[in-house]
């Protein structure tokens, strides 16, 4: 099984932290961005959209790395991480979307701009996260993990980018509840440290 991988990418690393939390084994492939790589074949022809991460398993080519996450989880990782009950898969499916808008639009903007000069507006993301980072907070207040009581892909998908946050300007400081997440996160067995 193949993930064409960028070690820097928050969204590659989302897949990389299931698959060390889960023992999941990848080949990782690593895409060299700056030459191009991702406009070329065999990837162009993988992904139309020219992103990583891409995650090939056999016949099952699938792109965008909440999807990769929840094929990965339901296929290789167990109960655990993706539940055979709607009502889990959709407490973890809001968190799945929030991961790629609000924090997308936000603090992963933020950081593409200030990392790689990324031609987008920082002040537009910036203005979004503190409501972001509010929602996020309060929900950890009264839960130690995104969805149901226990760590699974939501989790995978939200870490990455606020763990980041710092890459992109941002202050953590004052989101103490934010804070005790992450050490829980990363004090599991088989946690996979950040880019």
Same mark, same amino acid.
């Given at each position: 099984?193949?993930? #064409?991988?960028?070690?820097? /990418?928050?969204?590659? #690393?989302?897949?990389?932290?299931?698959?060390?939390?889960?023992?999941?084994?990848?080949?990782?492939? @690593?895409?060299?961005?700056?030459?191009?790589?991702?406009?070329? @074949?065999?990837?162009? *022809?993988?992904?139309?959209?020219?992103?990583?991460? &891409?995650?090939?398993?056999?016949?099952?080519?699938?792109?965008? /790395?909440? !999807?990769?996450?929840?094929?990965?989880?339901?296929? +290789?990782?167990?109960? !655990?991480?993706?539940?055979?009950?709607?009502?889990?898969?959709?407490?973890?499916?809001?968190?799945?979307?929030?991961?790629?808008? *609000?924090? =997308?639009?936000?603090?992963?903007?933020?950081?593409?701009?200030?990392?790689?000069?990324?031609?987008?507006?920082?002040? !537009?993301?910036?203005?979004?996260?503190?409501?972001?980072? %509010?929602?996020?907070?309060?929900?950890?207040?009264?839960?130690?993990?995104?969805?149901?009581?226990? @760590?699974?892909?939501?989790?995978?998908? &939200? +870490? @990455?980018?606020?763990?980041? !946050?710092?890459?992109?300007? &941002? %202050?953590? =400081?004052?989101? %103490?509840?934010?804070?005790?997440?992450?050490?829980?996160?990363?004090?599991?067995?088989?946690?996979?440290?950040?880019?």
């Amino acid at each position: 099984m193949k993930l #064409y991988d960028l070690d820097v /990418s928050g969204n590659c #690393y989302k897949v990389r932290l299931l698959a060390s939390l889960a023992n999941i084994e990848l080949e990782l492939v @690593p895409v060299d961005l700056q030459s191009g790589a991702h406009k070329k @074949p065999p990837l162009s *022809e993988l992904n139309p959209l020219q992103q990583v991460p &891409v995650l090939q398993d056999g016949a099952t080519v699938l792109r965008d /790395s909440q !999807a990769i996450l929840v094929y990965l989880a339901g296929t +290789y990782g167990g109960l !655990a991480w993706w539940p055979a009950h709607a009502r889990g898969q959709a407490e973890i499916v809001q968190w799945l979307s929030f991961a790629g808008n *609000e924090v =997308e639009h936000s603090l992963c903007a933020a950081r593409l701009v200030q990392k790689f000069a990324a031609p987008l507006d920082k002040a !537009a993301a910036l203005a979004k996260v503190p409501k972001v980072l %509010s929602v996020l907070d309060q929900h950890l207040k009264a839960n130690d993990w995104l969805a149901m009581g226990r @760590p699974t892909i939501a989790d995978c998908a &939200v +870490y @990455p980018y606020v763990a980041l !946050a710092s890459e992109g300007g &941002v %202050s953590l =400081e004052g989101y %103490s509840h934010i804070a005790q997440w992450m050490a829980r996160l990363e004090a599991l067995p088989g946690y996979l440290p950040k880019p």
